[in-house]
């Protein structure tokens, strides 16, 4: 499977370098047949690092894939060199002539069928199959972890930004009413108990059905990132903000909706529970449904497939039943101060739920497009 993996680490911007105690023209036959080299120029003895600067030696790893001959030393000034470089470095080695050059690299992958005690107790990997191409998988799993990081990191802090946008509104609108001695005063959408509901319950399984969101194509068709790279970057940020705006505009048009057309003429009480319980909804909906768009961060979810992660499906599923429950059991219902929504409720509160996911969907399209 060799070729055919180093092939696909070309594709991910890894460049694999051969080094090896065979002569140079078995190293270079070997080299080329597996595409790590198209010249023989790319070639070089290992002795002829032994008179060379550190500067040279690193303008050699720039240009050569394959080392010949190379002795232990060699090894550590190849990799001290790449390093020196700005590169990031892995060694893979079985003998005790590997070790040191294995230690000095940022990841040491050692052979743990052929390798020897030695090269596995430097190493921070080892290989149970001794397979490169096994190298080769886990840093395309390792991508898909990555991306599922930031994919979660993302909704949880849009939804909580959003809940925040939602609570501050309230909270500037009766500042502005009190002082303006209108007589009036607004009130908060959410109560704390709702609020402790979504992001102990609802938040929570979303997030988790994020991590195992399967990779998505071409994962293994980008570049390396930087190692310095903030997990949450400019790209990220306006995606957030953006999820964070629509989730509260559409929260608070459900607040204003149930309290003011849905509750009016009804008591104080019972006007606030109406104008909650449509916030509530909204939001949990709202949340659900922005979980389904951020398991892309470029792709929508017509490219992706509406259910090839049945983690988040079934968590959907489990934060609908969830609401259903604390809406129309009574006992819940009285402990949480929900009315009893009706069909007429349901539907603005499922066009705004909406808002958010659509948002995304424009959002992504987008960003696909630039």
Same mark, same amino acid.
């Given at each position: 499977?060799?070729k055919a993996?180093?092939a ?10 051969m080094?090896t105690g065979d002569y140079?023209?078995?190293a ?7 595409g790590?080299?198209?010249h023989?120029s790319?070639?070089?003895m290992?002795a ?8 040279e030696i690193r303008k050699?790893v720039?240009e050569k894939r394959?080392?010949a001959?190379?002795s232990?030393q =060699?090894? $550590?000034q190849i990799?001290?060199?790449l390093? #020196?470089? !700005?590169e990031?470095?892995?060694?893979t &080695?079985?003998?005790?002539n590997?070790?040191p050059?294995i230690?000095?690299?940022?990841i ?6 052929t390798?020897?005690?030695v090269?596995?107790?430097t190493?921070?990997v080892?290989?149970?199959d001794d397979n490169f191409a096994?190298?080769?998988n ?7 972890i990555?991306?599922n ?8 802090l849009?939804c909580?930004?959003g ?5 501050a ?10 002082f303006s001695n ?8 959410l109560?704390?108990i709702?609020?402790?509901?979504l =992001?102990? $319950?609802?938040?929570s399984?979303?997030a988790? #059905?994020? !991590?195992m969101?399967?990779g998505e194509? &071409?994962v293994m068709e980008?570049?390396p990132?930087?190692?310095a790279?903030p ?5 990220e940020m306006?995606?957030i903000?953006v999820q964070?705006?629509a ?7 459900a607040f204003?909706?149930g309290y003011?057309y849905f509750?009016?003429g ?7 529970a109406?104008?909650?319980t449509m916030t509530f909804?909204?939001l949990?909906l709202?949340?659900?449904f922005?979980?389904?768009a951020?398991r ?5 979810m017509?490219?992706i ?5 049945k983690s988040m499906n079934m ?5 609908v039943?969830?609401l259903l429950?604390v809406l129309?059991?009574?006992f ?9 929504m ?5 539907v ?5 739920a909406t808002?958010?996911?659509?948002a995304t ?10």
């Amino acid at each position: 499977e060799a070729k055919a993996a180093i092939a696909e680490t070309r594709s991910a911007g890894i460049t694999t370098m051969m080094i090896t105690g065979d002569y140079l023209e078995t190293a270079y036959a070997i080299g080329k047949e597996l595409g790590i080299a198209d010249h023989e120029s790319q070639a070089i003895m290992g002795a002829e690092l032994n008179d060379k600067s550190e500067e040279e030696i690193r303008k050699i790893v720039k240009e050569k894939r394959i080392f010949a001959r190379v002795s232990p030393q =060699n090894k $550590v000034q190849i990799v001290d060199a790449l390093k #020196a470089n !700005g590169e990031i470095t892995a060694m893979t &080695g079985d003998g005790v002539n590997d070790a040191p050059a294995i230690k000095r690299a940022d990841i040491g992958v050692s052979m743990g069928i052929t390798g020897t005690d030695v090269a596995k107790n430097t190493a921070e990997v080892i290989l149970t199959d001794d397979n490169f191409a096994t190298i080769v998988n886990a840093v395309e799993e390792g991508r898909i972890i990555y991306a599922n990081i930031k994919k979660f990191v993302n909704f949880l802090l849009s939804c909580n930004i959003g809940e925040v946008i939602v609570v501050a509104a309230a909270m500037i609108i009766d500042l502005i009413l009190v002082f303006s001695n209108s007589g009036f005063r607004f009130p908060t959408p959410l109560s704390p108990i709702m609020l402790l509901w979504l =992001n102990l $319950v609802t938040d929570s399984l979303p997030a988790l #059905a994020l !991590g195992m969101e399967p990779g998505e194509k &071409g994962v293994m068709e980008e570049k390396p990132r930087d190692p310095a790279e903030p997990i949450i970057g400019k790209k990220e940020m306006s995606s957030i903000i953006v999820q964070a705006i629509a989730i509260g505009v559409a929260t608070l048009a459900a607040f204003a909706i149930g309290y003011f057309y849905f509750g009016h003429g009804l008591s104080g009480e019972e006007k606030l529970a109406e104008g909650r319980t449509m916030t509530f909804a909204t939001l949990i909906l709202a949340e659900l449904f922005r979980a389904m768009a951020a398991r892309s961060e470029t792709q929508t979810m017509s490219e992706i497939g509406w259910f090839s992660n049945k983690s988040m499906n079934m968590a959907i599923l489990i934060g609908v039943s969830l609401l259903l429950i604390v809406l129309y059991i009574p006992f819940l219902a009285s402990l949480f101060r929900v009315s009893f929504m009706t069909l007429k409720e349901w539907v603005p509160t499922l066009i705004l739920a909406t808002i958010p996911f659509l948002a995304t969907e424009i959002h992504q399209g987008m960003q696909e497009k630039k």
